[in-house]
């Protein structure tokens, strides 16, 4: 589960930019974003692993899964991801539940976006069960959207994948 939040805080980073072809990118990703899938492609474009539909490597519940959620602004970007046990006693043995899951952890990030690439920095991790903060290392993704789809690629480590040459897709559909 601790992927997953990291895979989830590696889409909160961004930057902006003066160029006006920039701010028609900024519009069209304007938005809140639920995940839509989780993919692997060789080098050849060709699908190695669809991780949504269930692999021994890779594992989401459906509550986080159907849970999660990203919201870009003009400027800001801000995930919230659920999960279902992680931690969720640290406060006063209570669990905290929203939507099904438990363990609510909220990143913020400013962005900004260069031709097909989103910048990320200042970001921020809370826990919102056990009061805990953490930052993240500013990076960047490429993108694309299309069809209210949008799609991060990115390098996400999966153990089951090791010794492979591949890239991930994440991908998300506008609500």
């Known amino acids: 589960m601790k992927k997953l939040l990291l ?3 590696l889409f909160i980073f961004a930057c902006s930019s003066d160029d006006s072809s920039n701010n028609l990118q900024n519009d069209s990703i304007i938005g809140t974003w639920k995940y839509y899938n989780i993919q692997a ?3 050849n474009d060709e699908l190695l692993m669809d991780f949504i539909s269930g692999t021994d490597c890779f594992y989401m519940s459906e509550c986080q899964f159907n849970s999660d959620y990203f919201v870009y602004t003009d400027s800001t970007y801000s995930a919230f991801t659920f ?3 992680d931690g969720a006693d640290c406060q006063n043995g209570e669990i905290m539940e929203f939507d099904g899951c438990t363990n609510v952890f909220i990143t913020t990030a400013n962005y900004n976006l260069n031709n ?3 910048n990320y920095s200042n ?3 809370e826990n919102l069960i056990c009061n805990e903060t953490g930052e993240i290392q500013d990076g960047s993704v490429p993108f694309s959207i299309e069809n209210n789809i949008l799609r991060l690629y ?6 089951c994948l090791d010794g492979l040459d591949y890239y991930t897709v994440i991908t998300y559909q506008r609500q």
């Open 116 to 118: 097909s690439v989103i």
């Open 7 to 9: 895979v989830s805080a």
């Open 83 to 85: 999960w279902e046990d």
């Open 123 to 125: 970001h921020l991790t």
């Open 41 to 43: 492609f060789n080098q």
């Open 154 to 159: 990115t390098q996400l480590p999966f153990e």
